[in-house]
């Protein structure tokens, strides 16, 4: 079955931290994958995305995030959290024309 | 960027009536939209796709009499929800595959919140 696991319900991290939220995920194809994040009462803003190449990519915010094959994974990290990080982050897997499949997210707080 | 809009962005209806919901691709041309619902603090679920031109396909459990999808155009696609309860209130996200680039991208509409009363 295609699912995506986000296995932290919920993490703080102190500002200035680092972060890193897992995500692994099961996809029959070659999966297409993103993080979003999403403020409470708001949309979903891309964070970065990985269709092939460059396991490791870089996004919007100082985000990054690693395809690791072996592992299934694609996890998030930061290495130094601001407070306007706080929000809900998903991971989610596709394939090309298809819907995504979402993780059940991560919320973040940053304490101070 | 390429930009989906959603409109209403918030409505609160009666219980047994209709709420029509409009997703729109505005710099692009989406022959497939997605939608999806999410439930508070909890993740996107899909409901269907819509392709232009013809019917929709839902999801395993979504109600397609409850759940009216119309995708008359390249640009736009919409939502009814028929005969709204209150627990149909929730938080509606479209999203639109851009039909002229890349086949993988697509991209997210802000989101309609539906509260039926």
């Known amino acids: 079955a295609q699912s995506v696991t986000q296995p932290d319900i919920h993490i703080t991290v102190s500002e200035g931290a680092s972060l890193e939220l897992r995500c692994n995920y099961s996809?029959?194809?070659?999966?297409?994958l993103f993080w979003y994040v999403q403020s409470p009462g708001q949309g979903l803003q891309l964070l970065l995305k990985?269709?092939?190449?460059?396991?490791l990519v870089q996004g919007i915010k100082g985000f990054e995030a690693e395809f690791k094959r072996s592992q299934s994974s694609f996890n998030l990290r930061k290495p130094s959290v601001h407070w306007s990080d706080a929000a809900e982050y998903f991971c989610?897997?596709?394939?090309?024309?298809?819907?995504?499949?979402f993780g059940k997210g991560t919320t973040l707080s940053v304490s101070s | 960027g390429a930009v989906v809009s959603q409109h209403p962005s918030r409505v609160i209806c009666k219980s047994g009536t209709s709420v029509k919901i409009e997703c729109r691709s505005l710099d692009f041309q989406a022959t497939t939209m997605f939608w999806y619902r999410q439930f508070p603090k909890k993740s996107l679920m899909l409901m269907a796709t819509s392709n232009e031109g013809s019917k929709a396909t839902y999801e395993q459990g979504v109600e397609k009499d409850k759940f009216l999808i119309n995708h008359a155009s390249l640009t736009l696609s919409t939502l009814t929800v028929t005969s709204a309860h209150p627990e149909d209130s929730s938080f509606y996200i479209c999203?639109?595959?851009?039909?002229?680039?890349?086949?993988?991208?697509?991209?997210f509409g802000p989101g309609t919140r539906l509260t039926v009363t």
């Open positions: 996809y029959g194809a070659t999966p297409y």
């Open positions: 990985y269709f092939s190449g460059d396991t």
């Open positions: 999203s639109a595959r851009d039909s002229s680039g890349t086949s993988y991208e697509q991209y």
């Open positions: 989610a897997v596709g394939a090309a024309g298809t819907a995504l499949i």
